[in-house]
Protein backbone atom coordinates (compact mmCIF):
# COMPACT_ATOMS: atom_id res chain seq x y z
CA UNK A 1 0.00 0.00 0.00
CA UNK A 2 1.53 3.68 -1.54
CA UNK A 3 2.54 5.23 1.89
CA UNK A 4 2.09 2.55 4.44
CA UNK A 5 4.93 2.12 7.27
CA UNK A 6 4.79 -1.64 8.49
CA UNK A 7 5.99 -1.76 11.98
CA UNK A 8 7.74 -4.94 13.05
CA UNK A 9 7.93 -5.51 17.06
CA UNK A 10 8.87 -8.97 18.40
CA UNK A 11 8.35 -9.67 21.74
CA UNK A 12 9.14 -12.12 24.52
CA UNK A 13 8.31 -11.81 28.24
CA UNK A 14 8.22 -8.01 28.01
CA UNK A 15 4.70 -6.62 28.97
CA UNK A 16 4.99 -3.50 29.87
CA UNK A 17 7.68 -2.20 27.74
CA UNK A 18 6.21 -3.35 24.62
CA UNK A 19 3.01 -1.80 25.41
CA UNK A 20 5.26 1.63 25.38
CA UNK A 21 6.77 0.34 22.28
CA UNK A 22 3.60 0.02 20.81
CA UNK A 23 2.00 3.18 21.89
CA UNK A 24 4.77 5.47 20.44
CA UNK A 25 4.13 3.79 17.01
CA UNK A 26 0.37 4.52 17.29
CA UNK A 27 1.42 7.90 18.26
CA UNK A 28 2.93 8.64 14.69
CA UNK A 29 2.11 11.85 12.86
CA UNK A 30 2.61 10.07 9.41
CA UNK A 31 -0.35 7.71 8.43
CA UNK A 32 -1.07 5.19 7.30
CA UNK A 33 0.41 2.65 9.61
CA UNK A 34 -0.07 -0.91 10.71
CA UNK A 35 1.40 -2.32 13.22
CA UNK A 36 2.37 -6.45 13.49
CA UNK A 37 2.97 -7.68 17.38
CA UNK A 38 4.98 -10.80 16.87
CA UNK A 39 4.78 -13.17 20.02
CA UNK A 40 7.94 -15.16 20.21
CA UNK A 41 6.20 -17.75 22.69
CA UNK A 42 5.81 -15.30 25.71
CA UNK A 43 5.35 -17.52 29.00
CA UNK A 44 3.70 -14.37 31.43
CA UNK A 45 0.93 -12.33 30.52
CA UNK A 46 2.61 -10.45 27.77
CA UNK A 47 -0.31 -12.14 25.31
CA UNK A 48 -2.96 -10.58 27.20
CA UNK A 49 -1.09 -7.24 26.97
CA UNK A 50 -0.79 -7.75 23.22
CA UNK A 51 -4.46 -9.04 22.79
CA UNK A 52 -5.67 -5.80 24.88
CA UNK A 53 -3.83 -3.30 22.85
CA UNK A 54 -5.56 -5.31 19.67
CA UNK A 55 -8.98 -5.10 20.59
CA UNK A 56 -8.16 -0.81 21.58
CA UNK A 57 -6.47 -0.80 17.82
CA UNK A 58 -8.18 -3.13 15.60
CA UNK A 59 -7.91 -1.41 12.54
CA UNK A 60 -4.22 -0.82 13.04
CA UNK A 61 -2.83 -3.48 15.44
CA UNK A 62 -2.38 -7.60 14.19
CA UNK A 63 -0.71 -9.66 16.65
CA UNK A 64 0.91 -13.00 15.57
CA UNK A 65 1.94 -15.55 17.69
CA UNK A 66 4.46 -18.70 17.16
CA UNK A 67 6.54 -20.85 19.28
CA UNK A 68 9.73 -19.54 21.00
CA UNK A 69 12.60 -19.31 18.20
CA UNK A 70 14.24 -15.79 19.02
CA UNK A 71 14.06 -12.26 17.45
CA UNK A 72 15.45 -12.91 13.93
CA UNK A 73 12.58 -15.83 13.18
CA UNK A 74 9.31 -13.28 14.99
CA UNK A 75 10.71 -10.04 12.54
CA UNK A 76 11.11 -12.69 9.21
CA UNK A 77 7.31 -14.01 10.73
CA UNK A 78 6.53 -10.38 11.04
CA UNK A 79 8.25 -9.26 7.58
CA UNK A 80 6.14 -12.12 5.34
CA UNK A 81 2.83 -10.78 6.19
CA UNK A 82 3.72 -6.60 5.91
CA UNK A 83 1.71 -4.55 3.34
CA UNK A 84 3.74 -1.35 3.79
CA UNK A 85 5.66 0.58 0.87
CA UNK A 86 7.82 1.03 4.10
CA UNK A 87 9.50 -1.48 6.65
CA UNK A 88 10.57 -0.29 10.13
CA UNK A 89 11.72 -2.97 13.15
CA UNK A 90 11.17 -1.62 16.69
CA UNK A 91 12.42 -3.88 19.51
CA UNK A 92 10.06 -4.48 22.41
CA UNK A 93 11.75 -2.09 25.04
CA UNK A 94 12.87 1.05 22.79
CA UNK A 95 10.69 3.41 21.39
CA UNK A 96 10.12 5.97 18.37
CA UNK A 97 10.08 9.80 18.75
CA UNK A 98 6.54 11.39 17.15
CA UNK A 99 7.96 12.42 14.22
CA UNK A 100 10.38 9.56 12.87
CA UNK A 101 8.26 7.93 9.86
CA UNK A 102 7.11 11.48 8.79
CA UNK A 103 10.50 12.71 8.54
CA UNK A 104 11.93 9.65 7.23
CA UNK A 105 9.24 9.12 4.51
CA UNK A 106 10.27 12.95 3.79
CA UNK A 107 13.88 11.89 3.07
CA UNK A 108 12.99 8.92 0.75
CA UNK A 109 10.55 10.82 -1.26
CA UNK A 110 13.10 13.69 -2.04
CA UNK A 111 15.86 10.77 -2.66
CA UNK A 112 14.56 8.30 -5.11
CA UNK A 113 18.29 7.29 -5.26
CA UNK A 114 17.99 6.05 -2.12
CA UNK A 115 16.06 2.49 -0.39
CA UNK A 116 16.86 3.67 3.52
CA UNK A 117 16.19 6.54 5.76
CA UNK A 118 17.76 7.22 9.15
CA UNK A 119 18.02 9.77 11.77
CA UNK A 120 19.30 10.24 15.02
CA UNK A 121 19.25 8.05 18.42
CA UNK A 122 19.50 8.79 21.57
CA UNK A 123 20.27 6.60 24.48
CA UNK A 124 17.83 6.60 27.70
CA UNK A 125 18.31 5.21 31.38
CA UNK A 126 15.34 3.66 32.80
CA UNK A 127 14.78 6.56 34.91
CA UNK A 128 14.73 8.39 31.58
CA UNK A 129 17.92 10.62 31.81
CA UNK A 130 19.51 10.72 28.18
CA UNK A 131 22.40 8.93 28.35
CA UNK A 132 23.75 9.82 25.08
CA UNK A 133 22.68 12.28 21.87
CA UNK A 134 23.60 10.74 19.47
CA UNK A 135 23.42 7.45 20.14
CA UNK A 136 26.92 5.46 18.69
CA UNK A 137 27.24 7.66 15.23
CA UNK A 138 23.55 8.21 14.41
CA UNK A 139 24.18 11.67 13.67
CA UNK A 140 26.99 11.15 11.00
CA UNK A 141 26.03 11.38 7.28
CA UNK A 142 27.16 8.35 5.52
CA UNK A 143 26.18 7.79 1.71
CA UNK A 144 26.36 3.32 2.08
CA UNK A 145 26.65 0.99 4.69
CA UNK A 146 29.76 -0.10 3.99
CA UNK A 147 33.01 -0.02 4.50
CA UNK A 148 31.74 1.24 8.13
CA UNK A 149 29.70 -1.93 8.79
CA UNK A 150 33.02 -4.24 8.69
CA UNK A 151 33.68 -1.99 11.98
CA UNK A 152 30.54 -1.92 13.95
CA UNK A 153 27.31 -1.69 13.51
CA UNK A 154 26.72 2.02 13.96
CA UNK A 155 23.26 2.63 14.79
CA UNK A 156 20.60 0.48 16.28
CA UNK A 157 17.73 -1.31 15.14
CA UNK A 158 15.25 1.02 15.25
CA UNK A 159 16.98 3.86 13.41
CA UNK A 160 16.75 3.14 9.52
CA UNK A 161 13.72 3.39 8.00
CA UNK A 162 13.24 0.63 4.79
CA UNK A 163 11.89 0.69 1.32
CA UNK A 164 9.96 -2.44 0.54
CA UNK A 165 12.00 -2.74 -2.15
CA UNK A 166 15.72 -3.31 -0.54
CA UNK A 167 13.76 -5.40 2.66
CA UNK A 168 12.84 -7.93 -0.20
CA UNK A 169 16.10 -7.91 -1.93
CA UNK A 170 18.18 -8.56 0.74
CA UNK A 171 15.83 -11.43 1.88
CA UNK A 172 14.91 -13.44 4.95
CA UNK A 173 16.36 -12.73 8.58
CA UNK A 174 18.65 -15.13 9.88
CA UNK A 175 18.08 -17.25 12.47
CA UNK A 176 21.80 -16.67 14.16
CA UNK A 177 23.06 -13.58 15.74
CA UNK A 178 24.09 -11.29 15.01
CA UNK A 179 21.10 -11.40 12.75
CA UNK A 180 20.53 -7.32 12.25
CA UNK A 181 24.19 -6.89 11.11
CA UNK A 182 24.01 -9.97 8.47
CA UNK A 183 20.31 -8.58 7.04
CA UNK A 184 22.47 -5.30 6.78
CA UNK A 185 25.05 -6.13 5.75
CA UNK A 186 23.32 -8.09 2.70
CA UNK A 187 21.93 -4.70 1.88
CA UNK A 188 25.16 -2.62 1.92
CA UNK A 189 26.27 -5.80 -0.77
CA UNK A 190 23.08 -4.61 -2.85
CA UNK A 191 24.75 -1.10 -3.28
CA UNK A 192 21.50 0.21 -0.71
CA UNK A 193 21.87 3.99 -0.60
CA UNK A 194 20.81 6.38 2.27
CA UNK A 195 20.23 9.38 3.31
CA UNK A 196 19.66 11.32 6.72
CA UNK A 197 16.57 12.61 7.67
CA UNK A 198 18.30 15.51 9.81
CA UNK A 199 15.93 14.82 13.26
CA UNK A 200 16.04 12.61 16.70
CA UNK A 201 13.75 9.65 15.57
CA UNK A 202 14.05 7.32 18.26
CA UNK A 203 15.33 5.91 21.87
CA UNK A 204 17.57 2.92 22.89
CA UNK A 205 16.96 1.56 26.28
CA UNK A 206 20.27 0.89 28.11
CA UNK A 207 19.60 -1.77 30.41
CA UNK A 208 20.34 -5.55 31.68
CA UNK A 209 18.29 -7.86 29.74
CA UNK A 210 19.43 -11.84 28.72
CA UNK A 211 17.74 -11.17 25.70
CA UNK A 212 20.69 -8.45 24.41
CA UNK A 213 23.06 -9.90 21.59
CA UNK A 214 25.70 -9.10 24.06
CA UNK A 215 24.24 -11.13 26.99
CA UNK A 216 23.45 -14.76 27.35
CA UNK A 217 26.05 -17.76 26.19
CA UNK A 218 29.54 -16.77 25.21
CA UNK A 219 29.84 -20.06 23.31
CA UNK A 220 26.53 -19.87 21.45
CA UNK A 221 27.58 -16.42 20.82
CA UNK A 222 30.62 -17.42 19.40
CA UNK A 223 29.43 -20.26 17.54
CA UNK A 224 26.65 -17.63 15.86
CA UNK A 225 29.89 -15.20 15.53
CA UNK A 226 31.44 -17.77 13.13
CA UNK A 227 28.76 -18.17 10.79
CA UNK A 228 28.28 -14.39 10.68
CA UNK A 229 31.49 -13.16 9.71
CA UNK A 230 32.45 -14.71 6.35
CA UNK A 231 29.86 -13.48 5.19
CA UNK A 232 29.96 -9.79 6.51
CA UNK A 233 33.43 -10.39 4.68
CA UNK A 234 31.53 -11.65 1.60
CA UNK A 235 28.78 -8.75 1.56
CA UNK A 236 31.94 -6.19 1.98
CA UNK A 237 33.42 -7.98 -1.11
CA UNK A 238 30.22 -7.38 -3.29
CA UNK A 239 29.43 -4.19 -1.82
CA UNK A 240 33.15 -3.17 -3.38
CA UNK A 241 34.81 -1.90 -0.74
CA UNK A 242 38.44 -1.13 -2.16
CA UNK A 243 41.52 -3.27 -1.16
CA UNK A 244 43.75 -0.67 1.03
CA UNK A 245 40.74 0.03 2.96
CA UNK A 246 41.43 0.39 6.72
CA UNK A 247 38.13 -1.58 7.45
CA UNK A 248 39.46 -4.81 6.08
CA UNK A 249 42.30 -5.15 8.93
CA UNK A 250 40.03 -4.43 11.46
CA UNK A 251 38.06 -7.29 10.30
CA UNK A 252 41.30 -9.59 10.27
CA UNK A 253 42.15 -9.12 14.04
CA UNK A 254 38.70 -9.85 14.79
CA UNK A 255 38.51 -12.88 13.05
CA UNK A 256 41.74 -13.70 14.47
CA UNK A 257 40.45 -13.01 17.95
CA UNK A 258 37.53 -15.16 17.57
CA UNK A 259 39.23 -17.90 15.98
CA UNK A 260 41.25 -18.12 19.28
CA UNK A 261 38.08 -18.22 21.18
CA UNK A 262 36.68 -20.62 19.36
CA UNK A 263 39.84 -23.23 19.47
CA UNK A 264 39.59 -22.08 22.92
CA UNK A 265 36.03 -24.08 23.69
CA UNK A 266 36.97 -27.09 21.33
CA UNK A 267 35.13 -25.32 17.89
CA UNK A 268 38.07 -26.51 16.12
CA UNK A 269 36.57 -26.25 12.81
CA UNK A 270 34.85 -23.20 13.10
CA UNK A 271 38.07 -21.42 14.47
CA UNK A 272 40.10 -22.47 11.99
CA UNK A 273 37.96 -20.90 9.48
CA UNK A 274 37.90 -17.79 10.84
CA UNK A 275 41.79 -17.96 11.41
CA UNK A 276 41.94 -18.68 7.53
CA UNK A 277 40.05 -15.49 6.37
CA UNK A 278 41.97 -13.74 8.39
CA UNK A 279 45.27 -14.32 7.04
CA UNK A 280 43.74 -13.48 3.44
CA UNK A 281 43.01 -10.52 5.12
CA UNK A 282 45.98 -9.64 6.57
CA UNK A 283 48.17 -10.55 3.74
CA UNK A 284 45.64 -8.19 1.67
CA UNK A 285 43.04 -8.97 -0.21
CA UNK A 286 43.69 -11.93 -2.46
CA UNK A 287 42.32 -11.33 -6.61
CA UNK A 288 39.90 -13.82 -6.73
CA UNK A 289 37.26 -11.79 -4.93
CA UNK A 290 33.91 -13.37 -6.11
CA UNK A 291 35.05 -17.03 -5.52
CA UNK A 292 35.92 -15.87 -1.99
CA UNK A 293 32.32 -14.35 -1.83
CA UNK A 294 30.65 -17.76 -2.72
CA UNK A 295 32.57 -19.23 0.01
CA UNK A 296 31.09 -16.83 3.18
CA UNK A 297 27.64 -16.77 1.23
CA UNK A 298 27.31 -19.55 -1.03
CA UNK A 299 27.39 -19.72 -4.33
CA UNK A 300 23.46 -19.07 -5.32
CA UNK A 301 23.19 -16.62 -2.83
CA UNK A 302 26.30 -14.40 -3.98
CA UNK A 303 25.10 -14.83 -7.80
CA UNK A 304 22.28 -13.16 -6.84
CA UNK A 305 23.54 -10.44 -5.00
CA UNK A 306 26.16 -9.69 -7.57
CA UNK A 307 23.59 -9.65 -10.49
CA UNK A 308 21.35 -7.37 -8.09
CA UNK A 309 24.73 -4.80 -7.96
CA UNK A 310 25.36 -4.63 -11.54
CA UNK A 311 21.50 -3.68 -12.33
CA UNK A 312 21.48 -1.03 -9.14
Same mark, same amino acid.
Given at each position: ?28 ? #? ?16 ? *??? *??? %? ?13 ? =? ?8 ? &? +?? *?????? %? ?6 ? +?? @???? !????? *? ?8 ? !? ?6 ? !? ?26 ? &????? #? ?29 ? =? ?19 ? @? ?33 ? !?????? +?????? +?? =? ?45 ? $???? &?? $?
Amino acid at each position: MSGLVSTIIPVFNRPEMVRRATLSVLQQT #HRPIEILLVDDGSTDHTP *AVL *ADL %QRRHPAEIRVLRQAN =AGPGAARERG &R +LV *ARGAYI %QYLDSDDW +LL @PNKF !ADQVA *ALEASPDCCI !AYGTARLV !APDGTVLAEPSRRTAELHTGLFPLLLVE &RWWHT #HTPLFRRSISDAAGPWPRFRPEDWDLEARMG =ALGARLVHCGSTVSCQLEHDS @PQRVSRGSQRSYLLDEARFLPRLYACGLLAGVPPE !ASQWQH +LARWCF +LR =ARQLHGIGAVAQGDRLLALSRHLSDRLPPRLYQLARQGLGAGAAAQL $AGSL &RA $A
